[in-house]
């Protein structure tokens, strides 16, 4: 159950992260995936996070503090913007390694997809950069509300065959239709017990 959710910080400089002994999810996808909509919805705020309809916009590691410092929702930059210039999008690398690589308290990295398309090519390096380095994460597909149920069960094999996990994997949500949500939760709380017993 989120009962209090807030920003509490935005940071541009991989040496700048900060470190908070609670722990932390991250959630990270590409540009347009709606991770903004996604963090909205899980706290019931609708302008918690910034969305835009323009893809790009978070190009900084956003963080929120849930439950009174309970736990963090890490906002990490969207990736695969093809209209970013190639030190930018340097930049944004090294700031996502950069904070995948030294949080001490990162228990999950909740990777959004959209349903409606296969995932890219810049998913599937995210993922084999998530095992490759061992870090935990949860398949979490976007915008279920714009497919039929049938259509949905179709896109969530695609995507279960594309990153080698089974469709059980993958938790599938639609903020427009306010869907998913306890599925959600209830994984954040297995994650929190986990953490706890660890």
């Not at 996070?49 to 893809?55: C, F, L, N």
């Not at 210039?85 to 340097?90: F, I, P, S, T, W």
Request: charged fraction near 20%; charge should be positive; include cysteine.
């Amino acid at each position: 159950m989120i009962k209090q959710a807030k920003f509490i910080i935005s940071v541009a400089d991989a040496d700048k992260l900060p470190e908070y002994s609670a722990p932390q999810i991250a959630i990270a996808g590409k540009s347009n995936v709606g991770k903004s909509s996604f963090i909205n919805f899980m706290t019931n705020q609708n302008k918690l996070a910034k969305t835009s309809s323009e893809p790009g916009r978070t190009r900084l590691v956003n963080y929120f503090e849930i439950n009174n410092g309970e736990y963090y929702f890490v906002d990490l930059p969207g990736y695969g913007y093809a209209r970013v210039n190639r030190v930018e999008k340097q930049k944004w690398g090294e700031l996502v390694e950069g904070y995948l690589q030294n949080c001490q308290s990162l228990i999950n990295v909740f990777v959004l997809v959209d349903i409606r398309h296969e995932p890219t090519e810049d998913d599937k390096i995210m993922v084999n950069y998530l095992y490759s380095t061992g870090t935990p994460f949860t398949l979490i597909a976007t915008k279920a509300d714009k497919l039929s149920r049938a259509q949905q069960g179709r896109a969530k094999q695609t995507i279960a065959n594309a990153f080698g996990v089974g469709t059980g994997d993958i938790i599938v949500t639609s903020s427009a239709a306010k869907t998913g949500k306890e599925a959600v939760l209830a994984k954040i709380d297995a994650l929190l017990q986990g953490w706890q017993n660890s």
